[in-house]
């Protein structure tokens, strides 16, 4: 039952920028390779570290959930390193996996959960418990597992153990990296062949991390296919999360003078589409001290400010910089001319719906916008300020956070707690490129349920 709680709420107030953003800075670890590093090291047997993890609300949950089946774990700095139990290892937890706001944690989770001897239950906070997790349940109940979701397809699921999952030839309806890995998760447990066939291509993290370590996926056009039961222990790198360095590279392509330079972010070639994008878009961004010698490529990505004209983009880049179109979005509002996205109808279940939202607040700030079911149109020019809402959404927060930067007016984005969510420190970075973000916390009462940044999640440095 929701119960009624005081919640302090975290507002960001960001006036017009006074000069250019200069400098360099270092973006916390890639959200999705953190939460696939714990689950994959948790599968091996043995000790396995990883360099540059993200200590963030949703990867702490992934984290909580492992403990609670059994899995030993330390986190010190940015260096996690899990003693994994293989993939017949992991215990029957005591109660409910409780994974907060974490929609990556829960379909992957899915996954997992689907190929052990023991029953299981996951939900989440408010907002997870509202995101579709039919589109993983039912294939995974082709695969023979036996997952109930509610009626509306949602959280909390039901997933009964001890059941002999088969690989399956499966057509995914659409372009989603969570539901192509929670099905290549499951077929870790499956006999015979797992083969998935996407219509667009997805990040490829868990392809590249199963072959890290020692399960090696395959890929013919579209069709991907994966055969193994076993997993190894190693070493892995995270690099920084472009999704993160995103804000960044939007925000200093609407400042006037802006030269900034971000270090370490990974550049997997199903991620980077926002660096081509914004480029279209007339933005300088540039790549330099690549790297290839681990699982994912890394480089620095240096910005130099050119003014932004509008585009219609490309439909085929949509899937893969999905996670980035708020801050793409933020930019665009700044740019002259439309910009115009279709076919990304997945930004609606999002944590929130993210067309909604950044319709609704652009046109708060000033800015006209027409949204259809898979997108939006901008035209942009100079917003005037105003004060948004970010729906509870880390990464609304950050966009209209980039949208004020160059606004007439300052710009309000209220309940920002959640950028903790992603982003940890994304205030103290902003500064260090002279992008100030003053905050105010007050307490509100209101019948909800408390968000993943209000819930206290055990410390699984413990």
């Not at 206290?456 to 413990?462: A, C, G, K, S």
Request: glycine share 10%.
């Amino acid at each position: 039952m929701m119960s009624r709680e005081k919640q302090a709420r975290v507002d960001y107030h960001v006036s017009p920028a006074t000069g250019a953003l200069q400098g360099r800075v270092r973006v916390p670890g890639d959200k999705s390779i953190s939460h696939r590093a714990v689950i994959l090291a948790s599968l091996a047997e043995g000790t396995s570290v990883c360099d540059g993890f993200l200590d963030s609300a949703d990867t702490r949950a992934t984290m909580v959930a492992f403990r609670q089946m059994g899995v030993d774990m330390t986190l010190e700095g940015e260096c996690l390193s899990v003693n994994g139990v293989g993939l017949n290892g992991l215990s029957a937890p005591s109660g409910i996996l409780d994974l907060g706001n974490s929609g990556t944690s829960a379909r992957l989770l899915l996954g997992v959960l689907a190929g052990q001897r023991f029953s299981s239950i996951l939900s989440g906070d408010e907002s997870l418990t509202r995101r579709p997790m039919r589109r993983v349940a039912d294939p995974l109940n082709v695969m023979n597992a036996d997952v109930r979701t509610t009626p509306e397809g949602t959280l909390p699921a039901q997933i009964t153990g001890n059941r002999r999952l088969r690989g399956i030839d499966y057509e995914l309806p659409v372009a989603s990296a969570q539901l192509k890995s929670a099905l290549l998760l499951a077929g870790l447990y499956a006999q015979g062949k797992t083969v998935l066939t996407e219509p667009a291509p997805t990040r490829d993290h868990t392809e590249r991390m199963l072959a890290h370590f020692g399960c090696p996926v395959t890929r013919s056009g579209m069709r991907i296919t994966m055969q193994g039961n076993s997993l190894r222990t190693g070493r892995l790198r995270i690099p920084g999360d472009i999704s993160s360095a995103a804000f960044f590279l939007a925000a200093g392509s609407i400042v006037p003078g802006s030269d900034l330079v971000i270090e370490g972010v990974g550049i997997n070639p199903t991620r980077h589409a926002v660096i081509e994008i914004l480029n279209r878009m007339g933005a300088d961004i540039s790549v330099s001290n690549l790297d290839e010698g681990s699982a994912e490529p890394v480089a620095d990505l240096r910005l130099k400010y050119r003014p932004l004209h509008g585009i219609r983009i490309p439909r085929e880049l949509v899937p893969i910089a999905i996670d980035e179109f708020p801050a793409i979005m933020a930019a665009a509002c700044h740019a002259r001319g439309e910009t115009i996205l279709e076919g990304a109808a997945e930004l609606r279940v999002k944590e929130s719906d993210r067309i909604q939202a950044l319709a609704e607040g652009l046109e708060i700030i000033g800015c006209p916008v027409e949204t259809r079911p898979d997108g939006m149109r901008i035209t942009g020019g100079r917003p005037e300020g105003g004060v948004v809402r970010s729906h509870g959404d880390h990464r609304i927060a950050m966009a209209f956070s980039v949208a004020g930067l160059a606004a007439e007016g300052p710009v309000t984005v209220q309940d920002c707690e959640n950028v903790d969510t992603s982003f940890p420190g994304f205030i103290d970075c902003a500064r260090q490129l002279g992008w100030e973000i003053q905050t105010s916390a007050t307490e509100n009462t209101e019948d909800s349920l408390p968000s993943v940044a209000e819930k206290q999640w055990p410390d699984p440095r413990l």
